[in-house]
């Protein structure tokens, strides 16, 4: 029997973890926070069916309650050693053996006060999409004036496609984030107005198109395609956005009661950390760096370690979990060659 | 054969008669100009947009078109502020840009196409 060690308790690392179990292996978990389940416990549904989240935390629960996982909980991995083919993972206050370990420590939101310019934690009605969520969750609908919100925009690519913030990649699902999004508060707020500011409408996966043409056809959303440059308070308690909508080729000017940036999804500090501490390579945009693109992802330039989920790259849920599953099976392949 | 529906010349662009002096000028001193993606940011935020009917990005669309007609009067309007710049995604640097027009505008002016 192979001991592995899984950093991170998220989506990505039960999924993998439950993967190697099943599998025949020895499992620990190790998660710095006091729950599995990672930034999903704080989301409300999601695209592109609007499912709960809490069915897909659920899930995992259920899934991992039928194996003998170790979940080492408020556990962060303080070293890493390599004795031949057997890494030693120290926490705070054991120490973990593995014949192989997996990296699963998600990502983090672009922090949105990084682009001060469109105005979010200095005007209260600047929120997130991760906010929304929250409010979604909170049944929260109102402007801190305590209005109802007649006109809501909605900011793609903030924090990403930007070399104002060294990020150039997409982040690949923030905007049917926000078409969802759009879509859930047409949903609670039947009378608000809301529109979609992007450069490109990234539409890649199943019903993603179907889910953008149901918004204009069901939800009457307004996509306008333009970079919002700045948003502003004026005095008589709205926003003010600038942009221009370049279809028609002229700046736009526009009155609003909420903004919603859809910030970026970039690795973690904490990851940054951990693949030092392994010694396994990052690319330029910092996620981890797999040894081919092609031919799983999940393998990095070191021995023995390997990555699932949102460390790689911005990844859905759905993706995240094929990933994880994909992830296992390089491992076990690995694990045979010992 | 001709079946007179022909687009109206001056409403097209036509690729084929382009006329690119002044943009490979520009773009040999100012290769930023190569990943602007049309966002729109830059023209939100002009100062000089803001206060006539000047758009930038559609300046630098059209000199990439090669639309060159309108240039001299459009490239006046622009105050040299470099707010463009500091809000591009892209990093492109539409000030550089304007002031290398002029300067093509100069060279070119007595020359044949
Ligand atoms: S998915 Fe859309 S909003 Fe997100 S970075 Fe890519 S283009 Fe921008
Ligand atoms: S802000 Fe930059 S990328 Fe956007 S249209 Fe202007 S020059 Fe192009
Ligand atoms: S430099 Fe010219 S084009 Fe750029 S923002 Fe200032 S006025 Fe507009």
Known sequence: MKNIVVIGGGIAGVEVACMMAETGNRVTIIERDNKLGGKLNNWYCLFPDFKKSDEILNYIKNRISKFNIEVKLNSNVEKAERNGNTWLVHTENAICKADAVIIATGYQLFDATRKEELGYKIYDNVITQADMEQRFREGNFLTSYGKKPERIAIVHCVGSRDEKCHNMYCSKVCCVTGVKQAIEINKFLPDAQIFCFYMDLRMYDKFFEELYRTAQEQHNIQFIRGRVSEVSETPDQHLSIKTEDTLSGRPMKMKLDMVILLAGMETKKNTKEIADKFGVDREISGFLKSKDFHIGAGILTQKGVFAAGTCIAPMSIKETIENARSTAFQVNEYLKTL | ?113
């Open chain 2, 1 to 113: 054969m001709d079946f007179g529906f022909a687009p109206i010349e001056t409403r097209s662009i036509d690729i084929d008669i382009f006329d690119s002096r002044i943009l490979k000028y520009v773009i040999k001193y100012e290769p930023s100009l190569l990943v602007c993606l049309s966002c729109g940011g830059c023209t939100a935020t002009c100062s000089a947009g803001n206060l006539t009917d000047f758009n930038v990005r559609r300046m630098q669309l059209m000199l990439r078109r090669g639309e060159t007609e309108n240039l001299q009067t459009e490239i006046n309007k622009c105050m040299l502020c470099g707010k463009c710049l500091l809000v591009c995604p892209r990093g492109v640097n539409l000030r550089n840009v304007v002031m290398l027009i002029k300067k093509a505008l100069v060279i070119y002016k007595n020359q044949e196409k």
